[in-house]
């Protein structure tokens, strides 16, 4: 029903063209493009943000092909974190570990189904590193720990223990 952003993509030298035809046709159906935030952009030349990705044009080191090279963009990465920071942090140190775990769940699932496109295998793998860390340095203060903090809390404790739910660190199946 809505039509407030979207991307329009055409062949090299047809933009300015297509451009117009667009203003034409939102005119016709008494709408209007938002002037400040439309623009005409080269995307071989130049990345662009939309939606919380980030699309850049690349060529790839093996096959020496172009591609589009589509992430979560910083903005996206750092809105994680900071949900994560609001439930995982000295205030909520009362709070159960199972509750807490199951809020971290919940953002991060949400967070996932959202960006698992395009090439998000590094993104989502720093993402989990740190998601790991900050649950356990949370765990050690919870608890006033004195042994260890990597070598009491694993990996491997933190998502089977703790049951935190793990990233995808592979890319998501082709459509």
């Given at each position: 029903?809505?039509?407030d952003?979207?991307?329009?993509?055409c062949?090299?030298?047809?933009?300015g063209?297509m451009?117009e035809r667009l203003k034409?046709?939102?005119?016709?159906k008494r709408?209007t493009?938002?002037?400040?935030?439309t623009?005409?952009?080269?995307?071989q030349q130049?990345?662009?943000r939309f939606l919380?990705?980030?699309f850049?044009?690349?060529r790839?080191?093996?096959?020496?092909?172009?591609y589009?090279?589509?992430?979560?963009?910083?903005?996206?990465?750092?809105n994680l974190?900071?949900?994560?920071r609001e439930?995982?942090n000295h205030w909520?140190k009362?709070?159960?570990?199972?509750?807490?775990?199951?809020?971290?769940?919940?953002i991060?699932?949400g967070?996932?189904?959202?960006?698992?496109?395009?090439h998000?295998?590094?993104?989502?793998g720093r993402?989990?590193?740190w998601?790991?860390?900050?649950?356990?340095r949370?765990?050690?203060r919870?608890?006033?720990?004195?042994?260890?903090?990597?070598?009491?809390?694993?990996?491997?404790r933190?998502?089977?223990?703790y049951?935190?739910?793990?990233l995808?660190?592979?890319s998501p199946?082709?459509?």
């Open positions: 029903r809505y039509a952003d979207f991307v329009l993509l062949r090299p030298g047809n933009g063209a451009l034409k046709y939102v005119q016709a709408l493009l938002n002037e400040a935030k623009r005409l952009v080269n995307s130049e990345s662009f919380g990705f980030d850049a044009w690349r790839s080191p093996r096959t020496d092909n172009c589009v090279h589509v992430v979560a963009s910083p903005k996206a990465r750092l974190r900071d949900a994560v439930e995982l909520t009362h709070h159960s570990c199972a509750e807490a775990v199951r809020r971290v769940n919940r991060t699932r967070w996932s189904n959202y960006y698992h496109y395009g998000c295998t590094r993104v989502f993402q989990s590193v998601l790991q860390n900050r649950l356990r949370w765990l050690w919870k608890y006033d720990c004195t042994h260890g903090l990597f070598s009491f809390f694993t990996d491997e933190l998502l089977g223990q049951q935190l739910w793990p995808p660190l592979t199946p082709r459509r």
